[in-house]
Every structure is written in structure tokens, then in C-alpha cells.
């Protein structure tokens, strides 16, 4: 398994292009994110999807946007960019049990698994 | 509003001890708590995940625990060794399914 894959790995935009981050796994997770990480700061949510066809908002979400038309794929899209969007982003996938599939625990593991991280620079 | 604290934010040990991390978390109302390891310049990988349920889980060398009613965690190191030098961060999983990350303790191991 590749596990989670993250393309570009560094990309410079300037002030207002838009361009989307691309995510993808290939361990039938059902839920995956989108975190970005500033320098000396733990991760912060943007969005997150707990299956194909549904997303949902973090703790940042404005100035992006997801889709999930696929369990495999999340990307994600910045639409006008700013240099406050200069960050790490980093995405992840976890496989959590919702009304079946569970552990012996009551829960699915719901071990995140990251992928690389792209870093994104806005001038 | 849940905030998750990461104490101290930098740590230096001689090689050998063994060191606990602290984790501290403002609503007690979690589905789990993870504790990841981050190298410089890459990804992060997970170290440890307790249920809310639980109270400790081991691997090798590394056990960490959870008190959700203190609101806290400790991830204890036996052994350190220069290879554990890293960033570790503790997250939580909340009752409406965000996570939320602590800032992390940046760890050093000296030779």
C-alpha cells in the first residue's frame, strides 16, 4: 500500500491564483482531513470527511474547499490565495467503525495516517 | 470550547532516562486521544491511540495514559535514545468529531 499520497510537495502562488492540493489513499479509510500547520503551531483542521459525498467544516475552513466524490480522493481547493494561506498542509485518513465494524473496544481504531505534507508558499 | 496543552514546549534529557510528556485537555467529553511523533520537514506518525474507554495503551517502550475526568494524558519514554529526538504532539477527538491538536513538546535527546 502506498498509504496516504499528497501532490505537489511545495508549490509558490501568487496573491489571488487559486490551485488545489491533491490527497489520496488507498486504504479503504472512511474518513479523511485536511490540516494545516503553521511554524511552531500543532495542526489545525480545515476540513474533514467521514465518507464519499460528505464534508464537513474544521476549526479554519475559510478560503477553502473540499469535495469527496470518492472514497480514495480528497482534495482541496483554494480559490483566491493569500499570503495567510502560507502553511504545511497536510493530509490524513483514519478508518472509524459508524454503526458496524466494531472493535473490541466499541470503536473502529481511528489511527490518522498522514500523508507528507505540501508546502505552500503565497507571495 | 475544547484547547488541548502541550507542557513543556521544548525538553533536553541525557540519553538513557526515561521522561513523561504532558498532554492537558479542556473538555473531558473525547472519543480518544492520539499521540503522534514528528520528524523535521515530514509527516506525522502515530505513536499511540486510547479510547476514551481506556486507560493506558503500551508500545515498547513508549505507554501512555489517559485520566479523562483530570482532563490530562502522559506519554512516558523508558530509555531515551537519541532517536526519539522529535516534535511530539498529543491530539483529541471530540464528541462532535473535530480534532483538535496541542502545539506540541519538541524533544531532544542528548549523546
Known amino acids: 500500500n502506498a498509504g496516504v499520497t499528497q501532490t505537489p510537495k511545495f508549490r509558490i502562488l501568487k496573491i489571488g491564483q487559486s490551485m488545489t492540493l491533491q490527497c489520496a489513499q488507498d486504504?479503504?479509510?472512511?474518513?479523511m482531513y485536511w490540516y494545516r500547520q503553521d511554524p511552531g503551531m500543532g495542526l489545525k483542521l480545515i476540513y474533514y470527511?467521514?465518507?464519499?459525498?460528505?464534508?464537513d467544516k474544521g476549526e479554519v475552513p475559510n478560503g477553502y474547499n473540499v469535495s469527496r466524490s470518492t472514497t480514495e480522493d480528497f482534495p482541496l481547493r483554494l480559490e483566491l490565495a493569500a499570503p495567510s494561506q502560507t502553511s504545511v498542509y497536510f493530509c490524513?485518513?483514519?478508518?472509524?467503525?459508524?454503526?458496524?465494524?466494531?472493535?473490541?473496544?466499541?470503536?473502529?481504531?481511528?489511527?490518522?495516517?498522514f500523508g507528507p505534507g505540501t508546502r505552500l508558499t503565497v507571495l | 470550547k475544547q484547547e488541548v496543552t502541550q507542557i513543556p514546549a521544548a525538553l533536553s534529557v541525557p540519553e538513557g532516562e526515561n521522561l513523561v510528556l504532558n498532554c492537558s485537555f479542556t473538555d473531558s467529553a473525547i472519543y480518544n486521544l492520539q499521540w503522534f511523533r514528528q520528524d523535521p520537514g515530514k509527516g506525522l506518525t502515530s505513536l499511540l491511540l486510547?479510547?476514551?474507554?481506556?486507560r493506558e495503551q503500551t508500545s515498547g517502550r513508549l505507554n501512555a495514559s489517559l485520566d479523562k475526568s483530570s482532563g490530562r494524558s502522559t506519554l512516558y519514554i523508558a530509555a531515551s535514545q537519541p532517536g526519539d529526538s522529535a516534535t511530539y504532539l498529543c491530539?483529541?477527538?471530540?464528541?462532535?468529531?473535530?480534532?483538535?491538536f496541542g502545539k506540541g513538546t519538541r524533544l531532544h535527546i542528548l549523546p
Open positions: 490524513a485518513s483514519s478508518l472509524r467503525s459508524g454503526t458496524g465494524g466494531r472493535s473490541s473496544s466499541g470503536r473502529g481504531t481511528d489511527t490518522q495516517y
Open positions: 486504504m479503504n479509510h472512511n474518513y
Open positions: 486510547i479510547q476514551s474507554s481506556q
Open positions: 470527511s467521514v465518507g464519499a459525498g460528505i464534508t
Open positions: 491530539a483529541v477527538r471530540n464528541r462532535d468529531d473535530k480534532i483538535i
